[in-house]
Structure formats: C-alpha cells, structure tokens
C-alpha cells in the first residue's frame, strides 16, 4: 500500500488541506455501521483530509467526524448502483452487503462511480472498480491511495474517463467540516 505522501508527491495541491494532527473520525463507530473495517490507506487519507475535489471533476469522499453512520448509510444503501442491479447493468458487480459487494468512495460529476470489491480478504487487499458514465466497467488491483497516484502520476490509465483527464496541473478543494 503507499502511503499518503505518495499520493501528495504527485497531487502536490491536495496539500493546503492537510489537518494536522488527523480528523478524529470514529472508525469504531463508523465500521459497526457499515459492517466492515475498511482499507488502512483510506482511513490514513481520511484522518489526513477532509473530502477532496480534484480539478472540479472527481469529488472523494470522506467521512466527517461526527457524521460517521450517515457515511455508512449512504454506502450501505447506495440507489443507483441497486438499480443498476436489479436492471442487469453491474456485468457481475453485486452491491454492498452482499458477499464481494461494491462500497463507494468517490464519484465524479460527469457520473463515473468508483468502488472497492469487497472480500471476505483483509480490506488491505479490496480492488478499486470504476464504473464510467458510459457503462464500461474496470477493475484496478490497488487500494484507493494508490489508484489515486497512479491516475494522477499518469500511471493508471481509467477507460472512459474525459480527454482532458486528469489535467496537467489538477487543483484540489476541500470541503471542510
């Protein structure tokens, strides 16, 4: 798993929202509400950060202090991938709880979803799944810092994603508590 500062080497504007001393999410609490501990690099980025936007196109989200079961529902009960289900259009994708259920952790604003593949392995070991707005679905054997870095340091390269992604230069804003 990479660390945090891997990701910040190569989305250096991610930085100015740095927290010091971490966010104090409650992960008891939130990981009882959703039914499952999560990967240590999304807690890492999550204690780390606020939600980040990147280049007003892909928002990642991350849990609030004090909000930590609204987090949990929203994954728990994500609509639009249940109906993408029930309509057939998730190719083999089940949605979360059940067994190897997808959870959400960031989408963008042109309706590309991304997901871990939950497993009955270490959290450690979920792989990112892209979902883009044109149906095409795409799996990444990596965890959520890492996919990050490796979209943003032009080493993973996501199907179905805008020309324009990601930008040479991305911004990031964050959507403080």
């Avoid at 280049?55 to 249940?82: C, H, K, M, T, Y």
């Avoid at 979920?126 to 870095?149: I, K, Y």
């Amino acid at each position: 798993m990479l660390r945090i500062e891997e990701l910040e080497a190569v989305l250096p504007a991610m930085t100015r929202w740095r927290v010091p001393g971490g966010r104090g999410v409650d992960w008891a609490a939130l990981e009882t509400a959703l039914g499952t501990a999560l990967p240590s690099d999304f807690r890492a980025l999550a204690e780390a950060y606020p939600v980040l936007v990147v280049d007003d196109f892909l928002a990642v989200s991350l849990p609030q202090p004090g909000n930590e079961a609204g987090w949990a529902s929203a994954r728990r009960e994500d609509e639009i991938l249940q109906d993408l289900y029930e309509i057939g259009d998730t190719e083999d994708y089940v949605p979360y709880p059940r067994p190897g259920g997808l959870v959400s952790w960031a989408s963008s604003y042109s309706g590309d979803d991304f997901f871990w593949r939950t497993g009955p392995a270490d959290p450690d070991a979920w792989p990112v799944v892209v979902r883009g707005d044109n149906g095409d679905w795409s799996e990444f054997p990596v965890g959520v810092v890492e996919f990050l870095a490796g979209v943003y340091g032009r080493t993973i390269d996501v199907p179905g994603m805008p020309r324009n992604f990601p930008a040479d230069q991305p911004e990031v804003l964050g959507l403080t508590d």
